[in-house]
């Protein structure tokens, strides 16, 4: 390691310092809540709990919405929120926590960008180039400070991998399919929007290469082998994420098919904007509240020099030009001028045009060095590229400035309670039925419902006048009661948010379990309800969130792809280790 740290000096030092001004609004005593900011404070936060209580996989988040449960696990990963839930289960701030995640996950973007640059280009100053000026683009400003939009801040960090193993798979002999699976697996795992611009990145580079592919298997078999591979590791999320979105409807089936594209595309100008603004997702606020979704000045206009430079037929030379193009195309795409109106239907999961940018960024920033190293050739310009690093950092100081002038009542040391007190995080007060700053915008709660989560109570409803509840007690994960009878058209109401996985357990008046109930959503609630059926005796009832055998096999399925592919990586650089000792040997 101390040798490995000692080679890459160079490289750490310009990582850590590109990252400390980055994030260096971040070293004031507030932090500036975007979006939703308080929504991802509130997972790490709830999954720092469940570690608490033992639940490693937690299905859902038990204790937010006041107690009603919601499940933001099931179709929004929490695997990169493992990290800041760790560090805050050794007591530092929440809000502490939450910046360190942003400096990490800087320091990871700034890397992954010089590996897939000088892994395609092999030159180092074109990688530190492409590398900072991908940092400091105005999207990923806006993502970080004015959206808190943290699944498209960790899906840049997975981005650059992509497009290394792309070009690997392509363009040279030395590729993987393993490594190809896992880098669309982990974009998937942290924004699936993301992922499904990506693959259709990866599909026009296919139809490009078409000839080639077809002339080498060899090339096909991998690809169709990382689709296996990416489906098989993330069959834990992908099946238990569908089986849920089938049994119930939800509020983000209808916040996406009520959307009207065209209300968030881009206007010309705003492709030049400098200052960022801390603005909304559409345009119909007004220009003083458009938000700043660009790519930065600098990864706009470097790009263009390799239409000045000598037309070169090397491969890397060809892979950016076209990224150079495809980025441009997806700046065009966002604009008002293309009829999103009409495209709802089948573009409507994208929510917003403007989306594309990232694609912008990332094609754009990663294309930058190359670009410029095209017209450098020959000779050593490492004053030149040191300008443009620093004309970038430059802007970005300046972009990030206005971080400083934002107002905020969230404090290093401001306590969770009150992060998640609406009352007091909230820009506006208390205006939704539900906890805001732990659902944002309620994606994940059934649709149609009227119910005030927020004055509900902690209390069952039921119609049996026969009985009593008796004994009630709530724990992390279960709602226990007694009753000393019961009809055959009881029921009892539970105040818990229904989502498929729930199950009752019935025991006797001795301790000893008699049967399971499948309880079922309420019409008008949609909260657990269950029918305990015709009985003249006490019974206990203890009800928890059990999961379903969908997510049962798919976490199983998921191990056994791990397990598979642990091992052939393995056996692979074992057989290659020999070869090198062979070779040495001879």
């Not at 990923?140 to 899906?155: F, K, L, P, Q, S």
């Not at 706009?300 to 030009?321: E, H, I, N, Q, V």
Request: charged share 15%; proline share 3%; glycine share 6%.
């Amino acid at each position: 390691m101390y040798k490995l740290a000692k080679e890459n000096k160079l490289l750490l030092l310009i990582c850590l310092f590109t990252s400390l001004i980055f994030v260096y609004p971040l070293f004031s005593k507030t932090l500036i809540p975007g979006h939703d900011t308080y929504f991802h404070l509130c997972r790490i936060e709830a999954l720092k709990n469940a570690y608490q209580h033992g639940d490693f996989l937690p299905k859902l988040y038990y204790y937010q919405n006041f107690n009603f449960g919601y499940a933001t696990p099931l179709f929004y990963s929490d695997l990169f929120l493992i990290v800041p839930a760790i560090i805050r289960l050794t007591g530092t701030p929440i809000v502490i926590t939450f910046k360190i995640f942003l400096f990490l996950c800087t320091v990871f973007t700034f890397m992954s960008m010089y590996y897939a640059v000088y892994k395609i280009n092999k030159n180092r100053l074109a990688a530190y180039l492409s590398a900072i000026i991908y940092v400091f683009t105005a999207y990923r400003i806006t993502d970080v400070y004015v959206r808190g939009a943290m699944g498209e801040v960790v899906a840049m960090i997975f981005i650059p991998l992509i497009l290394a193993e792309i070009y690997s798979v392509l363009y040279t002999d030395n590729y993987s399919s393993i490594r190809l699976g896992i880098c669309f697996g982990l974009l998937l795992l942290s924004h699936n929007i993301t992922f499904v611009f990506m693959c259709v990145i990866f599909g026009i580079f296919i139809i490009i290469n078409c000839k080639k592919i077809l002339k080498d298997k060899r090339r096909i078999f991998t690809i169709f082998k990382a689709i296996i591979i990416a489906f098989g590791c993330l069959a834990f999320f992908i099946f238990p994420m569908f089986e849920q979105l089938n049994s119930g409807n939800y509020t983000v089936n209808e916040f996406v098919n009520d959307f009207n594209l065209s209300n968030y595309t881009l206007f010309f100008k705003q492709l030049f904007t400098l200052k960022i603004n801390f603005g909304l997702a559409g345009h119909e606020f007004g220009e003083s509240m458009w938000m700043t979704t660009n790519t930065g000045l600098v990864s706009l206009f470097l790009p263009l020099l390799m239409f000045k430079g000598k037309k070169k037929k090397t491969s890397d030379y060809t892979f950016a030009l076209i990224c150079i193009l495809i980025g441009y195309l997806s700046l065009i795409a966002c604009l008002d001028i293309v009829p999103w109106d009409h495209l709802n239907k089948i573009f409507s999961f994208m929510q917003f045009p403007w989306r594309l940018v990232i694609i912008a960024s990332s094609l754009l920033s990663f294309s930058s060095g190359i670009a410029l190293s095209s017209v450098l050739e020959g000779e050593n310009y490492k004053y030149i590229y040191t300008a443009f690093a620093c004309v970038t950092i430059l802007i970005g100081v300046y972009q990030l400035s206005v971080i400083l002038n934002q107002e905020s009542n969230i404090f290093n040391n401001t306590p969770y309670s009150l992060i998640a007190d609406d009352e007091y995080s909230g820009k506006h007060g208390i205006v939704t039925k539900f906890n805001q700053a732990e659902l944002a915008l309620g994606d994940y709660l059934p649709k149609g419902t009227d119910i005030d989560y927020r004055n509900y109570g902690d209390y069952i409803k039921t119609n049996n006048e026969k009985s009593d509840i008796l004994d009630f007690h709530r724990n992390y994960n279960n709602i226990e009661f007694a009753i000393e009878k019961s009809s055959s058209n009881t029921f009892y109401i539970l105040p818990l948010t229904y989502y498929k996985g729930y199950i009752v357990q019935c025991y006797d008046q001795n301790g000893k379990f008699e049967k399971e109930i499948i309880p079922y959503p309420d019409q008008e609630t949609y909260l657990v309800t269950f029918n305990p059926g015709e009985q003249m005796e006490r019974k206990k009832y203890i009800i928890y969130y059990k999961g379903t055998k969908i997510q049962f096999i798919s976490n199983g399925i998921t191990l056994l792809f791990i397990i598979v592919v642990f091992f052939q990586e393995a056996a692979r650089k074992f057989r290659k280790s020999q070869n090198c000792q062979l070779k040495k040997e001879k």
